[in-house]
């Protein structure tokens, strides 16, 4: 069965830290995506990346930053928390098959991220 | 860019029908989702439609009209253990995601 693991489920952080949020995938999935889920704003895309070494910004990339060394790993970097960072993160993957539109993304159970 | 909206709750009672719209504006278009997300979980997939037409899987079906730009996901005889957020989201020209705000379905007894 697919997993994704988030390596925290809750993290308190103090503002101007730099934080690290570990996702892995046992799926072998080429696709991985961090997103921030917020209260009547959904979830919104901040980095991805389509295999090692390899992102591209999403739709709110600011104060972040990513790492793809391994396949099966893609962190998100806070460079200088601030309280308006302070979210649900939630990792996703899904393979890459060429014209395969109908996969679904296979995503983490989420880090509660609390910056004061 | 996209635009993606569906209302932001709903209330219905243990054995009833609930409707679910989701209207869409994006540039491209690959498939809509529906996922379900109950609090403090991961969302997890429910369906996907990319012809128009109706799609159905159990107690839960999914609409597509491409030329309205308009989904709803139905879910028939609800249970209590249905009450969640539910997820729109369409993927444009690439494997991206566009997602709504989603749906917090309440199901009472």
């Known amino acids: 069965d697919v997993k994704v693991t988030q390596s925290s489920r809750y993290l308190v952080k103090r503002t101007g830290e730099k934080v690290f949020l570990e996702c892995v995938q046992d799926m072998d999935h080429e696709n991985m995506f961090w997103y921030r889920q917020d209260p009547g704003l959904g979830l919104r895309l901040i980095y991805f990346s389509y295999d090692v070494k390899m992102k591209e910004k999403g739709d709110i990339p600011e104060g972040y930053s990513v790492s793809r060394e391994k396949k099966e790993r893609f962190s998100l970097i806070l460079e200088s928390a601030s309280t308006n960072q302070t979210s649900m993160y939630l990792c996703a993957s899904i393979p890459l098959v060429q014209g395969a539109y109908n996969q679904p993304q296979h995503f983490g159970d989420g880090t509660r991220l609390s910056i004061l | 860019g996209q635009n993606i909206d569906q209302p932001t709750e709903m209330t219905a009672t243990e054995g009833a029908i609930v409707q679910i719209n989701c209207t869409y504006q994006?540039?491209?278009?690959?498939?809509l989702f529906w996922y379900q997300q109950h609090a403090g979980e991961a969302p997890t997939f429910l369906s996907y439609?990319?012809?128009?037409g109706l799609e159905e899987k159990g107690r839960f079906s999914s609409f597509l009209s491409r030329s309205k730009g308009y989904s709803y996901l139905l879910l028939k005889e609800l249970q209590m253990k249905d009450s969640a957020s539910y997820l729109c989201a369409v993927r444009g020209g690439d494997y991206k995601l566009s997602f709504g705000a989603g749906t917090t379905v309440t199901v009472r007894a």
């Open positions: 439609n990319v012809l128009d």
């Open positions: 994006t540039s491209g278009f690959n498939g």
